[in-house]
DNA sequence: CAAAGCTCCTGACCGC
DNA sequence: TGCGGTCAGGAGCTTT
């Protein structure tokens, strides 16, 4: 599923597409995905200009020459396919999947939305999801929406171990689940959670107000580190990323806990065997003698 | 108010 | 081979 990373790939691959072209159409081969689809959707996109796109959490972030902004969120199994258009009807149209590996195909069933750009040929932009856990938001100029509760990109300087630990404080659930709180930390999925916490050597289980300063600070130096690994890597991808053949991708092989179940415990000299609990209803992947 | 639980959805996977 | 059951999970919503 994307996490973080992932979506700064999908943003990447799209914005030299989509940026300071104009939507000629939309269609919407349903009502909802998620959530249904803002009202005037289409007339509120359609003769309007992508200026700029940007990620912010989850988020994919396009601001409109409207003032308007058009959020999209990937869910689970969100991914965007750019076919080229081409004016030779003969041709089938050359499609770029806009996932960190090539992973197959999609089923068009699945394809909800799709944007006609500007251009010549114009690039054809395929919103496909399986599970419709995603969704797309406009936003009023100036509106802030699901953006408001958003807590500090992990990336930038709003994040750190002393502003980590201010929001940790507060807390008394585990600190697993806090990381996955977007008003804690925004962007960090379940995948990438498990990963920091077993390369900062903190149990899963720790109340978050116990997590010391210095803990903190070893926290949100992994936490950056594991993110800009997989951005660096193209972004990791799963089975919902994968194509029909299961093919996983490469970043796949440096998780060090997670899916690994019954593994041995990646780290020199540590006897411990990886494994699996659920804590709210999510899978946690840990080392149960390296992580205190 | 915080925190836990429930829910949406489909495809992959497993066992019979 | 086919069928049914289980699982995965982001985040909004409901319940405690």
Redesign the pocket.
């Known amino acids: ?1 994307p ?1 973080l990373p992932e979506v700064e790939t999908v943003k990447n691959g799209l914005a030299p597409i989509m940026e300071g072209r104009t939507f000629k159409s939309v269609l919407l081969n349903r009502k909802d995905i ?1 959530f249904p689809f803002p009202n005037d959707f289409i007339t509120r996109l359609e003769g309007k200009t992508l200026i700029r796109l940007t990620r912010r ?2 988020f994919l972030v396009a601001e409109l020459s409207s003032g308007e902004t058009l959020l999209m ?1 990937l ?2 199994s969100g991914r965007f396919t750019i076919e080229a258009g081409t004016d030779d009807p003969g041709h089938a149209p050359r499609s770029t999947s806009l996932v960190p590996i090539d992973s197959g195909n999609t ?1 068009p069933k ?1 394809d909800h939305v799709i944007f006609t750009m500007s251009g010549d040929p114009p690039p054809l932009i395929i919103y496909n999801d ?4 995603g969704f797309m938001e406009l936003l009023e100029k100036g509106e802030l929406g ?1 953006m408001k509760d958003l807590g500090p990109e992990p990336l930038s300087n709003q994040f750190s171990g002393p502003i980590l630990r201010d929001a940790l404080t ?4 585990p600190i697993k ?1 806090a990381l ?1 709180d ?1 008003r804690v930390v925004a962007g960090l ?2 995948i990438y959670v498990c990963e920091a916490l077993y390369d900062s050597k903190i149990s899963p289980f720790r109340k978050s107000c116990d997590v010391s300063q210095d803990e903190c600070e070893t926290l949100s130096h992994e936490i950056k580190r594991t993110l800009e690994a997989a951005i660096k890597a193209g972004g990791s991808t799963l ?1 919902d990323f994968a194509g ?1 053949d ?1 093919a996983l991708g490469y970043f796949q092989h440096r998780f060090k806990v997670y899916g690994h179940e019954e593994h041995a415990c990646p780290t020199t000299g540590c006897k411990g065997t990886i494994t699996r609990a659920k804590q ?4 946690t992947f840990y080392c149960p003698h390296c992580q205190i």
């Open positions: 599923m996490e998620r959490a989850k969120h869910g689970m089923n699945h399986p599970r419709r856990f699901r507060k807390k008394k659930s689940t996955l977007q999925g379940n089975k029909v299961g709210s209803g999510r899978s």
